[in-house]
């Protein structure tokens, strides 16, 4: 039997060079300081004014700060070095992060539609100008930290979803502002829970996607972006390649995916050119960490026995 030694090979497609990260760290602390700033002027003048739809706009942008502390972490941790303990470093602890971060949503979402229930059975009176104003000033801070948060998110899949998340949000202050309006010219008040049960479905709709994601990533699923069956395809129609088995298609983090294989090839002398040919590819289909073990159809025949 003549298995050939696994070779590892690495790419970081869509991390940053050393200065692009700093860089991208201070635009992530200056957006988490803003959003911050912008959560508690929100829920002051919320409670203030008893306006719920300012609360729960204000929960979700607390949602936002999570999500960009998530990148920051995830920036952080995806460098840190592998030890004889954690072999893989602490890449995993980016997906544990954001299970947590869907879970607290989904109370938050739990907590905002029951409040809203409350609220439409006896609605209370809102300043309906301060409601608009306050959430005017939403749409400011969530278009400069989207605009910040732009050029990064075409070379990182994390900072692109927190881009995604804060465009939405931008559309969420919209949204109280056309409520506060209302509420100005009509001194409608009801629609201040309502518009508070949209803001819930908003945040609702967008954590079911990272729960769902979270979840099959802990239980190392295959992560969303990548097919299997079009990612064996292609190893089997790389040149000298009999067969493939023992595919295995997981995440290290939120940005990084890994693979392990077996191939055989018609020729051990093959074996070098297949594993630097399948690498290419693989970091080609976003799978940046490949661990490909060659074998021969004599190896496979001595191993079960079929010859």
Same mark, same amino acid.
């Given at each position: 039997?003549? $298995?050939?030694?696994?070779? *590892? *090979?690495?790419? *970081?497609?869509?991390?940053?060079?050393?200065? #692009?990260?700093?860089?991208?760290?201070? !635009?992530?602390?200056?957006?988490?300081?803003?959003?911050?700033?912008?959560? /508690?002027?929100?829920?002051?003048?919320?409670?203030?004014? +008893?306006?719920?739809?300012?609360?729960?706009?204000?929960?979700?942008?607390?949602?936002?700060?999570?999500?960009?502390?998530?990148?920051?972490?995830? /920036?952080? /941790?995806?460098?840190?070095?592998?030890?004889?303990?954690?072999?893989?470093?602490?890449?995993?602890?980016?997906?544990?992060?954001?299970? &947590? +971060?869907?879970?607290?949503?989904?109370?938050?979402?739990?907590?905002?539609?029951?409040?809203?229930?409350?609220?439409?059975?006896?609605?209370?009176a809102t300043n309906g100008a301060a409601i608009s104003w306050t959430a005017g000033a939403g749409i400011l801070v969530n278009g400069i930290t989207t605009l910040?948060?732009?050029?990064?998110?075409?070379?990182?899949?994390?900072?692109?979803?927190?881009?995604?998340?804060?465009?939405?949000?931008?559309?969420?202050?919209?949204?109280?502002?056309?409520?506060?309006?209302?509420?100005?010219?009509?001194?409608?008040?009801?629609?201040?829970?309502?518009?508070?049960?949209?803001?819930? &479905?908003?945040?609702?709709?967008?954590?079911?996607?990272?729960? $769902?994601?979270? /979840?099959?990533?802990?239980?190392?699923?295959?992560?969303?972006?990548?097919?299997? #069956?079009?990612?064996?395809?292609?190893?089997?129609?790389?040149?000298?390649?009999?067969?493939?088995? $023992?595919?295995?298609?997981?995440?290290?983090?939120?940005?990084?995916?890994?693979?392990?294989?077996?191939?055989?090839?018609?020729?051990?002398?093959?074996?070098?050119?297949?594993? $630097?040919?399948?690498?290419?590819?693989?970091? #080609?289909?976003? !799978?940046?960490?490949?661990?490909?073990?060659?074998?021969?159809?004599?190896?496979?025949? #001595?191993?079960?026995?079929?010859?």
């Open positions: 039997m003549s $298995h050939n030694p696994i070779h *590892h *090979h690495h790419h *970081h497609d869509h991390s940053f060079g050393a200065g #692009e990260n700093e860089g991208m760290r201070r !635009i992530l602390w200056i957006s988490i300081a803003l959003n911050m700033l912008f959560v /508690l002027v929100e829920a002051v003048v919320g409670v203030w004014q +008893n306006s719920l739809s300012l609360l729960s706009d204000a929960g979700h942008n607390l949602s936002d700060v999570f999500s960009l502390a998530l990148v920051l972490v995830g /920036l952080h /941790l995806v460098k840190a070095a592998s030890n004889k303990h954690y072999t893989y470093g602490y890449k995993k602890s980016t997906v544990l992060i954001s299970l &947590c +971060n869907a879970v607290l949503l989904l109370v938050a979402v739990g907590v905002i539609i029951a409040e809203s229930v409350h609220k439409l059975q006896s609605p209370v910040l948060l732009m050029r990064g998110g075409r070379q990182d899949l994390n900072i692109r979803g927190a881009f995604l998340h804060m465009a939405a949000d931008t559309l969420v202050s919209v949204g109280v502002v056309i409520s506060g309006v209302i509420i100005a010219f009509t001194g409608w008040f009801v629609i201040d829970p309502v518009i508070s049960i949209v803001i819930a &479905c908003v945040i609702l709709f967008s954590t079911w996607d990272l729960l $769902h994601d979270s /979840l099959r990533l802990i239980l190392d699923g295959v992560p969303e972006e990548v097919d299997a #069956e079009e990612i064996e395809r292609l190893m089997r129609g790389t040149p000298h390649v009999a067969d493939v088995h $023992h595919i295995h298609i997981w995440a290290l983090s939120t940005t990084q995916n890994a693979l392990t294989a077996h191939v055989v090839v018609d020729e051990t002398a093959h074996a070098a050119e297949v594993r $630097h040919a399948i690498k290419h590819s693989l970091a #080609e289909h976003g !799978i940046s960490h490949a661990t490909i073990e060659t074998e021969t159809p004599d190896s496979l025949c #001595e191993e079960h026995d079929c010859c």
